[in-house]
């Protein structure tokens, strides 16, 4: 089996309730990363839900919430053929974490397909996240 993760950290003073804001509101996640088109929450933002994600570069995909601890974490996770990518966002003591991580057979397809272009993408998609909560900018729920 293959495995492949690449994480992303960075410092904020933002409050954990103002990035729990940005993450929690499904909608809006397209206007902190520049890599989803769009993305939808199919019922409430807590665990065994489903989210769905139109990549910028990809097909439409859904994705289990596998663990939600709001002002903490959450993870999703999606089952492809062969491989699961797992999402992992943290935040803890301001310092905000998203971690990738891909297991199975095709995750050497699924990295060169867009593993490395999320890997590009998520230093910004956090810095951006982080000026959101930090200049206090709202999201509308939609």
Known sequence: MFYWTF????????????????????????????????????????????????????????????????????????????????FRHQISNGVITHKVEMRGFLTPLFKRLFGKETQRELPQAIRTLIDMAENNTKTTKE
């Open 7 to 86: 994480e992303e950290s960075a410092t904020t003073t933002a409050s954990p309730e103002a990035i729990w804001e940005l993450w929690s509101n499904v909608d809006s996640w397209s206007k902190w990363d520049c890599g989803v088109k769009w993305a939808k929450l199919e019922t409430t933002f807590s665990q065994g839900e489903y989210i769905s994600i139109k990549p910028v570069n990809g097909p439409k995909v859904r994705c289990l919430l596998e663990e939600v601890t709001p002002f903490k974490s959450f993870t999703t996770r999606n089952n492809l053929p062969f491989t699961t990518i797992i």
